[in-house]
């Protein structure tokens, strides 16, 4: 009797491989660099917000009068003071001419805003002061014999606040390497925070240590373990000069096999180095 032999098929290793994607539209993509600035609501002034729905208006505001306040870290003069009465709370409003911003103490509800064509001196003066009134401040003021108290503060602002005022140096330190002084001003600029803090990074040939989320469809087999540089590309238009900023960011460690399934890359805070390429077009 002759016994058959099987034919045993051997799997060849699949052999883990360095791949270059060009990020596409349809991709979702985003570093740590542009959460930082979404995540705080900075997109591009007038700086305007508020913590509670962009649908309420005030029904009506009751104009207390312009008088001097006292933040506690600074006495101003000739602040306009109104009560801003909305359906189910009230706001205090106290606004000066480049700036106002208004709060509900009991809540913990507040808006702002900071105009446009602001001097970056005056700039550095307001973000200082929106810094340590969301710090803690208490505001005192009186209107003939009546005294007014309020006591508020707000971690998170208090924080964007000071990463706004490290930006208005960024922001000096890109017009000089630059040499745009025409448009010192940041206030004036018609660019998102993102693009230039991009133009500003892209001066340093310098890697940086971030992170990324991604969700991208690969036009080439993608396998666990593979190693990966992902490429962006920006077209910023700063103050009518064009320029080209390419991102090269390469991925500190392999694929997972959570992060990759038919051809399709997943990542969710993925550690990864980054590198940027100016051009002037």
Same mark, same amino acid.
């Given at each position: +009797? *002759?016994?058959?032999?099987?034919?045993?098929?051997?799997?060849?290793?699949?052999?883990?491989?360095?791949?270059?994607?060009?990020?596409?539209?349809?991709?979702?993509?985003?570093?740590?660099?542009?959460?930082?600035?979404?995540? +705080?609501?900075?997109?591009?002034?007038p700086i305007k917000y508020r913590n509670f729905s962009k649908d309420l208006e005030p029904l009506k505001a009751n104009l207390l009068g312009m008088i001097d306040v006292d933040f506690g870290f600074i006495k101003l003069?000739?602040?306009?003071? /109104?009560?801003?009465?909305?359906?189910?709370?009230?706001? !205090?409003?106290?606004?000066?001419?480049?700036?106002?911003?208004?709060?509900?103490? =009991?809540?913990?509800?507040?808006? &702002?805003? #900071?105009? /446009?064509?602001?001097?970056?001196?005056?700039?550095?003066? !307001?973000? %200082?002061?929106?810094?340590?009134?969301? =710090?803690?401040?208490?505001?005192?003021? =009186?209107?003939? %014999?009546?005294?007014?108290?309020?006591?508020?503060?707000?971690?998170?602002? &208090?924080?964007?606040? #000071?990463?706004?005022?490290?930006?208005? %140096?960024?922001?000096? %330190?890109? !017009?000089?390497?630059?040499?745009?002084?025409?448009?010192?001003?940041?206030?004036?600029?018609?660019?998102?925070?993102?693009?230039?803090?991009?133009?500003?990074?892209?001066?340093?040939?310098?890697?940086?240590?971030?992170? *990324?989320?991604?969700?991208?469809?690969?036009? $080439?087999?993608?396998?666990?373990?593979?190693?990966?540089?992902?490429?962006?590309?920006?077209?910023?238009?700063?103050?009518?000069?064009?320029?080209?900023?390419?991102? $090269?960011?390469?991925?500190?460690?392999?694929?997972?096999?959570?992060?990759?399934?038919?051809?399709? $890359?997943?990542?969710?805070?993925?550690?990864?180095? #980054?590198?940027?390429?100016?051009?002037? =077009?």
């Amino acid at each position: +009797m *002759i016994e058959k032999k099987e034919e045993v098929l051997e799997s060849k290793p699949i052999e883990n491989k360095q791949l270059e994607i060009e990020i596409k539209p349809n991709d979702f993509f985003e570093t740590s660099s542009e959460v930082k600035f979404t995540s +705080m609501a900075l997109h591009e002034f007038p700086i305007k917000y508020r913590n509670f729905s962009k649908d309420l208006e005030p029904l009506k505001a009751n104009l207390l009068g312009m008088i001097d306040v006292d933040f506690g870290f600074i006495k101003l003069e000739g602040v306009l003071v /109104k009560i801003l009465d909305f359906l189910d709370f009230k706001l !205090i409003e106290f606004r000066k001419k480049d700036f106002r911003i208004a709060i509900d103490e =009991k809540d913990s509800l507040f808006e &702002y805003e #900071i105009h /446009k064509d602001v001097k970056n001196k005056r700039l550095e003066e !307001i973000f %200082n002061f929106f810094a340590k009134f969301f =710090k803690a401040t208490t505001i005192k003021f =009186k209107i003939a %014999n009546d005294k007014y108290e309020y006591y508020f503060h707000n971690n998170i602002e &208090y924080y964007k606040f #000071i990463t706004l005022g490290q930006f208005l %140096n960024q922001y000096t %330190n890109l !017009i000089s390497d630059l040499k745009l002084y025409k448009y010192k001003n940041l206030t004036s600029a018609r660019n998102t925070f993102f693009e230039l803090d991009l133009l500003d990074k892209s001066n340093s040939e310098e890697e940086a240590n971030i992170w *990324i989320n991604a969700e991208i469809k690969s036009d $080439i087999d993608v396998n666990i373990g593979d190693s990966l540089i992902i490429k962006r590309s920006h077209k910023i238009n700063f103050n009518e000069f064009p320029y080209d900023v390419e991102e $090269i960011i390469t991925l500190v460690h392999p694929l997972t096999e959570e992060e990759v399934k038919d051809n399709i $890359i997943k990542l969710t805070r993925k550690s990864v180095k #980054i590198k940027l390429r100016r051009v002037h =077009k």
